[in-house]
């Protein structure tokens, strides 16, 4: 599917588009941002998911099952603390719209 | 297998436009985190794209049985996460991270393992690939874990000998050995793929064992960028694109994002992992001469009330002591009586970049209140009183002038450049670096002791009391 | 090679890396930016190039060869033009190096 | 064919990792050239990935024959751009980059033409794709063809009647019927094809003959991205992964840069494209009031020379009199006699954008003189002189109070403000935008008719004079 040229295309692109989405991102966004991008590889469930759900000996099933357990609790815990973390620039930003943006 | 109930093919096409839809999710999502105004919305894109690639994954081809071990390992991991994510305070936020971030890097080595155990060969490429995540995954994991623990305060000392670096290179190197050997296909025996493991795992705990929790918050984001790039290796090993475009984007954001930490700490990476910073120092401070001299909470809320401007300077005693929600008080009894009102936050305040920002907003101070370290510097000069609430490093004048200190060149507050200041703080003790600070014995400066939430509720008192 | 599903991943993070490059760029490099750009899609050469390379019929050939030659125009010019205009950014850039970066 | 001449594969494999070092590089040189200070490398990077690009691409296994025609088609395309790139005025930029822009266009069109006057059947997307990028290449090449003829003064009249927007929608819809029948396979015969591009190209002419000539930059910034995006549809077609992602890149990064563009002139895209601006505008000008005072040019040294500040206005009239560099050297004889010079740069002074800054650049005014809108408008009540040379548009304070005129609501250079103001022109010129200029006409306005170089040339003399 993902022959080996084609994946260093991707690789690339998808490197650039990391670094440039947070470059110039304020101080204050340094700890959510980490936070956020800690949730994005969360992504790493699905690929314990299809690691557990083609494993067919034992050890591969126990280290599968740890696997989706410890992706879930990325993806999971990720979100809930970041969307706590942002959940209080919120509610500054909006009861002070006009000076929302700063730096 | 649930995939067989739709028409051939259908379960493979929407399993690959899902995950288009969520990679783009989850750029959009990040793109929108990094400005403060759309910084909720971000969180809230990328967990759509989560959601949709979690439950189209049931539909991927490869599934072939234990759905409902998958669904039990969800639930396990996904509500203890949840339950711990919704509890902790926002100070312990940063541990948290990377005991989730840590997660994640062993999710990524239970991938490698699973496929190295098989034994199947995938070819040079693909089992170097593994293998390349494996380590990193291991390394995150085990030393997300120390870092976790090293913040939660489990972990109280910071464990140092020479030639530690040595043994640390004698460890990557086996490590690298066995790795080869498995990538290499001679000898890929359940044996050396443990051995290989093992060394990974030991390798993340003796590099982050010697690092000062000072530091912590740059190795957190290292790791969390580690993470990314073993799960972009994972993602080819499973010729998954969302898994190589996310793992990627985050393992190059993240490297970006640990710079741009280290920078605003005036830290260079190598610095951050190679030296110790907080504890090799603590003895190297330089005698500061001169008294503190005390100041009672009445007289220092008289000189607040009748100023024309005040300066506060949060440090990390506010948010230990919990006293946002009181200094906003302060500082709105003291707008009302129309004296000007600024906070002025340094990028290192506290133990987490932008620490100083969460806890004011969660108390509810605005935006148009709170200014960076550039935009106020020049101000202090025209302040009647800075207030120094629980900071010490970050308006240390030392960082300006004393060449043999560990903090020299670091920007810092110049609060010493205000008429009075009134620092709160609850002893003699230190700051993060462990360093005296010549600002506390400065004639125009005066001490309030006390614990950061008491002494400023006794300032609102006072204030009160000034009519 | 590049299978159809591949092939969006590619155009989303080219369109996501070329968007997040120019973004929060100064008024005063759009033209330059835009001549730059422009040379840029002067890779078109080399398609011309194959399309020219591999035509057999009369028509064919007529329209490749127009299509190269157009094709390095555009490169060629595109490069030139650019060349010349930020040229002039060096001269002042390092005449003051101090206050090269404005806006 | 070449590529026998080197082992089996290796051509191929070649040929993939030099367009990855290609787009590594455009991108790269793109990044650069979006930071002042970067620049100038920017283009040198991205030039060294196309003579990468250029050179492997004689290996591809694709091409079997006509190197002869292929190496002397390169020579003509490239010797006659670079001869044109290399003699062009600054001031000729625009409609340069517009000729190149448009032969990359056409350039697309033709590698469609050649896949579809073939008659292969490719399948569906391809053959979509072939057809997608076949019309936007062909109306950006004549389009492109048309903003050339304008900008360059070959096409003076801007064609317009009733219904044009209809007719346009008409032969879209025509090519798109053809377009469709061949993408379909439904009919494919060279006549349909043939018939499919003379539309496109016609479409190119129609919609572009309308515009106004003030809004080309625009116009020729909107084909630049569309080229973009033919060129990378194309490239689907070719199997050509540095096509693909050069001209992706293109055309998003093309579209927010006309979005940027047409938002620094006030417009929106809407607007540039089915309204015309500078022509249906140029008799709505209301009348003012009063009369031009003019001044000898003796008379406006002295003023100068004995001011403590002068604030520089240039405009469109400083290009077209080539009076850069002896505005330039008026600037000096001031500063050396301590008044305080500053360029004020309107950001669609001009004709294009950083029309004004090139220029300034050239001549070799130091960047620190030179300030943008936002950052001089406040300074303009504190000099003594404004010195405005060839700008009108720009300074028009009919945008600041009347609604009725069609340039209301743009930000503009508030030269009023100042003490003095000297206007350098011809005569009783208009601006771009044809309206009347109630500056000129205000009591401490004064005219100072010539043209912009000589104008500036008595200065000089009159300052010298001044002792
Ligand atoms: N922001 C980050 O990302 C980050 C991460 C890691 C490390 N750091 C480092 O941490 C330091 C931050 O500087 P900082 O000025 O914010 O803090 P600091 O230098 O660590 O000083 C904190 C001060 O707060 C006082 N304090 C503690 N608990 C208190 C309470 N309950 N009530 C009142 N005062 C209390 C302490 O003195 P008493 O004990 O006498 O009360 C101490 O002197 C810098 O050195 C920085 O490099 C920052
Ligand atoms: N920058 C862009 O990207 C861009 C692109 C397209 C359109 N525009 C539009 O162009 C306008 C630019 O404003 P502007 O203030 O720079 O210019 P302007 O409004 O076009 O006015 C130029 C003035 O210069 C005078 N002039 C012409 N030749 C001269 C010479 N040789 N010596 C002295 N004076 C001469 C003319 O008056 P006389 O004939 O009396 O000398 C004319 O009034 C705006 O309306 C803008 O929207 C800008």
New binding site residues.
């Given amino acids: 599917m993902i022959d080996g040229i084609i994946a260093l295309y991707i690789f690339m692109l998808a490197a650039f588009t990391g670094y440039e989405v947070i470059a110039r991102v304020p101080v204050i966004l340094h700890t959510p941002l980490m936070s956020g991008s800690n949730f994005v590889h969360g992504i790493v469930l699905v690929g314990a998911m299809v690691a557990l759900g083609r494993a067919d000996s034992t050890l591969g099933i126990v280290i599968g099952f740890i696997g989706v357990v410890l992706g879930a609790g990325n993806a999971v815990g990720g979100y809930v603390v970041t969307e706590r973390m942002l959940e209080m620039f919120k509610s500054s930003g909006t009861r002070k719209p006009a000076t929302g943006e700063h730096k | 297998m649930i995939q067989d109930l739709l028409p051939p093919g259908v379960a493979k096409t929407l399993v690959d436009v899902s995950y288009l839809l969520t990679a783009f999710l989850f750029v959009m999502g990040l793109k929108r985190m990094s400005s403060p105004v759309t910084a909720r919305s971000g969180v809230v894109w990328a967990g759509w794209g989560m959601l949709v690639a979690g439950l189209v994954t049931f539909l991927a081809p490869q599934i072939a049985a234990n759905y409902f071990l998958i669904v039990t390992a969800i639930l396990i991991g996904g509500v203890l996460a949840w339950w711990t994510g919704k509890r902790v305070a926002m100070t312990d936020m940063p541990q948290m991270i990377a005991l989730y971030n840590g997660m994640g890097g062993g999710a990524a080595a239970a991938i490698a393992a699973v496929e190295l155990y098989q034994g199947e060969t995938h070819g040079l490429v693909i089992s170097s690939l593994a293998v390349a995540g494996g380590i990193i995954g291991s390394v995150s994991f085990s030393g997300s874990l120390i870092a976790f623990g090293k913040l939660q305060g489990l972990i109280k000392r910071s464990f140092r000998f020479r030639g530690q670096q040595f043994v640390n290179m004698l460890i990557l190197l086996c490590a690298l050995v066995a790795g080869g050997l498995i990538a290499a296909g001679l000898d890929a025996s359940p044996m050396v793929v443990t051995i290989f493991f093992v060394l990974a795992l030991i390798l993340g705990l003796t590099m982050t064992l010697p690092i000062g929790g000072?530091?912590?918050?740059v190795v957190i984001s290292l790791y969390n960028a580690l993470t990314g790039l073993a799960v972009a290796f994972e993602g080819f090993v499973l010729n998954n694109a969302a898994m190589i475009i996310a793992g990627t984007v985050v393992g190059s954001a993240g490297t970006l994002l640990t710079q741009l930490?280290a920078r605003a700490?005036n830290r260079s990476l190598g610095n951050v992992l190679f030296s110790g910073f907080g504890e090799s120092t603590a003895a190297t401070g330089g005698e500061v001469s001169g008294s503190m001299k005390p100041i009672e909470a009445s007289d220092a809320g008289v000189m607040m009330a009748f100023a024309q401007k005040v300066i506060i300077v949060p440090?990390?005693?506010m948010a230990?002591?919990q006293?946002q929600h009181k200094v906003w008080e302060l500082s709105q009894l003291l707008i009302e009586r129309g004296v000007t009102v600024r906070f002025a936050i340094h990028p290192?305040?506290?133990?987490?970049?932008g620490?100083m920002n969460v806890l004011l907003a969660e108390a509810g101070v605005p935006y148009d209140l709170i200014a960076d370290l550039d935009e106020i510097n020049a101000e202090f000069e025209t302040a009647d009183v800075a207030l120094i609430i629980?900071?010490?490093?970050?308006?240390n004048p030392v960082a300006r002038n004393d060449k043999s200190s560990p903090?020299y060149g670091m920007p810092i507050l110049n609060a010493d450049k205000a008429k009075n200041v009134i620092v709160?703080?609850?002893?003699?003790?230190?700051?993060?670096?462990g360093i005296e600070n010549a600002l506390f014995y400065l004639d125009h400066t005066r001490m309030l002791y006390g614990?950061?939430q008491a002494a400023a509720g006794q300032l609102i008192q006072a204030v009160k009391a000034a009519g």
């Fill in positions: 000072a530091d912590m918050p930490m700490m440090g990390y005693g230990v002591a006293a290192v305040a506290g133990r987490m970049p620490h629980g900071a010490n490093d970050v308006v903090i709160i703080k609850r002893g003699q003790g230190q700051g993060f670096s614990d950061g």
